[in-house]
């Protein structure tokens, strides 16, 4: 009977520790978008530019 009881609070603790999870998931990705977007705005052209044209090279992805 104690075995069943430990089971169930497990059970219902980790549901809520995996939706909490995902919120921080969401708000980190969201975070992350953000100061990505925050950063290429506010950049020169010609950095904005070689950042585009590294990223295709790492990436082995034809440009010029």
Avoid: E, W
């Amino acid at each position: 009977m104690t075995q069943q009881i430990i089971t169930s609070q497990v059970h219902s603790s980790s549901s809520v520790s995996t939706a909490d999870f995902s919120l921080i998931k969401i708000l980190g990705a969201a975070i992350l978008g953000m100061a990505m977007l925050y950063g290429v705005g506010f950049a020169s052209m010609d950095v904005a530019h070689n950042a585009a044209h590294d990223a295709r090279h790492a990436f082995a992805f034809p440009c010029h």
